[in-house]
Structures are given as C-alpha cells and as structure tokens.
C-alpha cells in the first residue's frame, strides 16, 4: 500500500459521513466507526499496512511548529495530546494534514479551529486511532496479537524521530512574541 491508497482510505471513510467529517467533538462522532468499516473490508495484512503508515505519517508530523500551533488551539499540549492532535489531524484528511504539516498557521482557516477560538465547541484531536485500526483487524481475524506483533516487527526496521523536527524554536508556548512571529493567524484567534 503507498500512501496514496492510505489516504484514499481515510477519505473513502471522510466521504461516508459528509459533513460531520472535521470535529471530534461530536457526541455521536461518526467518522471513528466509518473508519473502523473501511478498514475491516481489507486483508488482515492490509490492515497491518494501514497501521505502519499510520505511524509514519504521525512521525512526519513531529515537529516544533505543529506542537506550537497544537499548544495555541488547546490551550496546552502534553507529549499525549501532541499525539492525540496529530492523530487527528490525520482523520482531517491529507490535504488539511499536509497543508498543517509544511505550514501550521494553515490550521487557522478550519471552521473546527475558528470554533475552538471562540469557546464555541470543537476539537481537532482523536485519542484513539491505533484502537480504530485494532477493532477492523478484530474484526476481521478475531484477536490483534498478531496485528501487534506485525507492526512491532515492522516499526522496528524504522528510523523514527526520538526529538521534534524542524527549526528549532524555543519551546516556552508562553512567548507570545513567538507565537504571533511563527503562528501569526493562530495567534490572532487565540492570544487576547
């Protein structure tokens, strides 16, 4: 699988629930299931593929200015919740993902975000995505051990960043006169 068909999955399951594809925050968030579905219709070894380019495109996102701009729309951002943000920033779709990746101050032109601003609702980040993969493998093979011991084999002929990459800011998400130089639109909706 390229990462071509990985993101055509994503969107097959973005596509199967319209509208209510971009917030997390849902009560009946609908998007986690439909990916669950579109999974579950693949191969298990496709689905072990699924997860390994999961854990890459998370990996391409590890990086300063997406943990800045994640501590922006937050409000803080712990090493969990930078995962959970970028877990969910993968669920948005590869452009609004690669568009966030090359240049987080994208991120300000998501109706989520705006939301989010305003105390008006929303949320970017999704907790679970590996749990999503595991329940269609589940599904499909009737236990994950096997599921967990493919992509340990498979993640550990990978070189995977141990420190954020990218320019390296300083790291203080309290410097507003940083954050309104490298995030200017972010800034302007979430710093009085």
Not at 145 to 172: C, F, H, I, K, Y
């Amino acid at each position: 699988m390229d990462m071509d068909e990985w993101w055509g999955l994503v969107d097959t399951a973005r596509t199967a629930v319209g509208d209510r594809a971009d917030d997390r925050e849902l009560p009946d968030d609908p998007l986690p299931e439909a990916l669950v579905g579109v999974l579950a219709a693949l191969e298990p070894a496709g689905i072990i593929d699924f997860y390994v380019k999961y854990v890459e495109a998370q990996d391409s996102a590890y990086r300063y200015s997406l943990y800045m701009a994640a501590y922006l729309i937050e409000g803080s951002c712990t090493d969990d919740g930078f995962m959970d943000f970028r877990g969910g920033l993968i669920l948005l779709g590869q452009d609004t993902f690669s568009r966030a990746v090359a240049h987080p101050d994208s991120l300000a032109e998501l109706p989520t975000v705006t939301r989010m601003s305003r105390e008006e609702g929303g949320w970017i980040g999704y907790e679970s995505v590996s749990c999503l993969i595991a329940d269609a493998y589940r599904r499909v093979q009737g236990e994950t051990d096997s599921l967990d011991t493919a992509v340990e084999a498979a993640l550990s002929g990978m070189a995977r960043p141990e420190q954020l990459l990218g320019e390296e800011w300083n790291r203080d998400p309290e410097d507003e006169e940083q954050m309104r130089r490298r995030l200017p639109r972010l800034a302007a909706l979430f710093l009085n």
